[in-house]
């Protein structure tokens, strides 16, 4: 599986930035994948993840309320869905996929299988 990220960019605060992740490969469907990110000078962190069926969802408690994962089997897209952005949320996101079904939140934290190269968000105060 290859997956590249996109749509980063510069934003106010309190702005919304939608980032897709388009993956190759035909095992797409059979994988959890999830989002992660790494600010300036701090190690990487789970951001969000989805289950192979899209029928589960898992966030970090620093973006609940805030950002939605969902993803397209047919388009072999997935995408991340940022509202009321804030400047602690300027990080380079990764998406990232794992061979497990995702259906469980250990299934994010254990190490993913295939990584994309990140894109950066900035957010502005």
């Known amino acids: 599986v290859q997956l590249q990220a996109s749509g980063g960019g510069l934003v106010q605060a309190g702005d919304s930035l939608r980032l897709s992740c388009a993956a190759s490969g035909r095992t797409f469907g059979a994988y959890g994948m999830g989002w992660f990110r790494q600010a300036p000078g701090k190690e990487r962190e789970f951001v969000a993840g989805?289950?192979?069926?899209?029928?589960?969802?898992f966030f970090a408690d620093s973006v609940k309320g805030r950002f939605t994962i969902s993803r397209d089997g047919a388009k072999k897209m997935v995408y991340l869905q940022m509202n009321s952005l804030k400047p602690e949320d300027t990080a380079v996101y990764y998406c990232?996929?794992?061979?497990?079904?995702?259906?469980?939140?250990?299934?994010?934290?254990?190490?993913?299988?295939?990584w994309g190269e990140g894109t950066l968000v900035t957010v502005s105060s």
């Open positions: 989805i289950s192979w069926s899209g029928g589960t969802t």
């Open positions: 990232a996929a794992t061979k497990s079904l995702g259906v469980n939140y250990s299934d994010y934290l254990g190490g993913m299988d295939y």
